[in-house]
């Protein structure tokens, strides 16, 4: 079983910067992990992914050149850098893991709020 556990959200102006922290527990080995954002009144959105090694990833276009996914598997944490915040970008925001790129996601943290003002 694995346990996922957010930690950054928080209110920020626009134009702002903010990291977002996922800290895994259990057996992550080899795991893609994710990060995906749910605003009020929408549907939950992909927002950036990372490969076990960090070789690759992926981000959805809206927060391309803005934010950077990265990892720490010795400390079994994925990071979410976001830069020139927008008010768009509010939401709650989930880590998720998978076991490869060709998995469904399996495991979802309980979210972080970030909410960027104008």
């Known amino acids: 079983q694995v346990q996922l556990v957010e930690s950054g959200g928080g209110l920020v102006q626009a134009g702002g910067s903010l990291t977002l922290s996922c800290a895994a527990s259990?057996?992550?080995?080899?795991?893609?992990m994710g990060w995906f954002r749910q605003a009020p009144g929408k549907e939950r959105e992909f927002v950036a992914a990372i490969s076990w090694g960090g070789s690759r990833t992926d981000y959805a276009d809206s927060v391309k050149g803005r934010f950077t996914i990265s990892r720490d598997n010795a400390k079994n944490t994925v990071y979410l850098l976001m830069n020139s915040l927008k008010p768009d970008d509010t939401a709650v925001y989930y880590c998720a893991a998978r076991r490869s790129w060709n998995t469904p996601y399996d495991y979802w943290g309980q979210g972080t709020q970030v909410t960027v003002s104008s």
């Open positions: 259990g057996r992550t080995f080899g795991y893609v």
